[in-house]
């Protein structure tokens, strides 16, 4: 366990905490979508879980994807995420967004309050289910803030495509500071 999620852990701070030590960059360093994907799934889930949902997000945030975080067959992921996938833009007034990707936008999909696959609790629920892609359909994301314009995520995926039940399939991050 890095020393950054043992000082969020037994501090018993939620989400501000975050800001405070970045992991994998040292004290005071800035926490980033980079330095969170990092972290191996089960500091990753800790820290979600510690977390409050915050508010539904506006705007475009640039994203960090990894489906085996704090592994090196992580780094060959998250490498291959960003080739393809940039981030979300978050509509909150109609409470949509859009996944910003290298062909453009797609992959739209209904944003709302609901409960956590991971832990039962509040999180900002990313709903996939009658999305424009027929692909993404199969796809649902939830999301915490975890310090202001910082969000970590889990993706889930229905297997068999389509019509099996949700897995766990990905861990993201989001950064509305970071330029798009």
């Known amino acids: 366990m890095t020393r950054a999620l043992s000082a969020f852990l037994a501090s018993g701070l939620a989400a501000a905490a975050w800001a405070q030590e970045a992991p994998e960059a040292g004290p005071g360093a800035p926490v980033t979508a980079e330095t969170l994907m990092r972290l191996d799934a089960v500091e990753l ?28 067959w992580g780094s060959f992921t998250s490498g291959f995420f960003g080739t393809l996938w940039q981030g979300k833009v978050f509509d909150r007034a109609n409470g949509t967004l859009t996944n910003r990707t290298s062909v453009g936008t797609t992959g739209s999909a209904k944003v709302y309050m609901g409960t956590s696959r991971l832990d039962g609790k509040p999180a900002i629920i990313i709903d996939y289910a009658k999305s424009d892609n027929l692909l993404a359909r199969g796809v649902r994301d939830e999301g915490r803030q975890g310090a202001p314009g910082l969000y970590l995520g889990i993706a889930y995926i229905k297997f068999p495509p389509l019509v099996g039940s949700l897995k766990k399939w990905l861990y993201f991050g989001l950064d509305f500071s970071a330029k798009p």
């Open 45 to 72: 889930e800790k820290l979600y879980s510690a977390a409050d949902p915050g508010p539904i997000p506006d705007g475009a945030a640039a994203g960090v994807a990894n489906s085996n975080p704090g592994t090196g």
